[in-house]
């Protein structure tokens, strides 16, 4: 059965340029209630440690810099058929690919700074998700 979680980061491209109020609120209407956020600053080994997946990929040590070099929010999200649902929201990883009206096609401007993160499994949303909040911290 599809959770009801997944996990999503506003990128530093995304919270520089002060679209977070604008991607929340397409976040919220799209039907996603926020259970938990935060505004922090990845260090880049922690940087590494998220995408670590991708180690082997040659654009990753470019994003673990692109991802620590400034605040970013870190979310929980709560829906029904979350991760997918949220897929769709976002739109393909290159915002040239991405549907029209996706948040990554409104506001990401590369492959790289491409707005926002959304977890790609159940699994993976359980585990990003605890990777930036304890359980104490999610109290709604
Ligand atoms: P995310 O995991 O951030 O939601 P995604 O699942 O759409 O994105 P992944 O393949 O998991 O895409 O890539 C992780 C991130 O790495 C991308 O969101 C993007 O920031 C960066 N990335 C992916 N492919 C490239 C590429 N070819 N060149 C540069 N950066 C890339
Ligand atoms: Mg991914």
Same mark, same amino acid.
């Given at each position: 059965?599809?959770?009801?979680?997944?996990?999503?980061?506003?990128?530093? *491209?995304?919270?520089?340029?002060?679209? #977070? !109020?604008? =991607?929340?609120?397409? &976040?919220? %209407?799209?039907?996603?209630? @926020?259970?938990?956020?935060?505004?922090?600053?990845?260090?880049?080994?922690?940087?590494?440690?998220?995408?670590?997946?991708?180690?082997?990929?040659?654009?990753?040590? *470019?994003?673990?810099?692109?991802?620590? #070099? !400034?605040? =970013?929010?870190?979310? &929980?999200? %709560?829906?029904?058929?979350? @991760?997918?649902?949220?897929?769709?929201?976002?739109?393909?990883?290159?915002?040239?690919?991405?549907?029209?009206?996706?948040?990554?096609?409104?506001?990401?401007?590369?492959?790289?700074?491409?707005?926002?993160?959304?977890?790609?499994?159940?699994?993976?949303?359980?585990?990003?998700?605890?990777?930036?909040?304890?359980?104490?911290?999610?109290?709604?």
């Amino acid at each position: 059965m599809a959770g009801k979680r997944t996990f999503t980061m506003i990128k530093p *491209d995304a919270f520089e340029a002060g679209h #977070s !109020g604008a =991607i929340l609120k397409m &976040i919220e %209407e799209a039907g996603f209630k @926020v259970v938990a956020m935060k505004a922090t600053i990845l260090s880049r080994e922690l940087a590494g440690k998220f995408y670590e997946v991708h180690k082997e990929r040659p654009f990753y040590q *470019d994003l673990c810099a692109y991802m620590s #070099s !400034g605040p =970013i929010f870190a979310a &929980i999200l %709560e829906k029904d058929n979350a @991760v997918d649902d949220f897929r769709k929201l976002i739109g393909a990883t290159n915002p040239a690919d991405a549907a029209e009206g996706t948040i990554r096609k409104l506001f990401a401007t590369s492959i790289e700074a491409n707005a926002v993160h959304g977890s790609d499994s159940d699994e993976n949303a359980s585990i990003e998700g605890n990777f930036f909040f304890s359980q104490f911290e999610r109290v709604v």
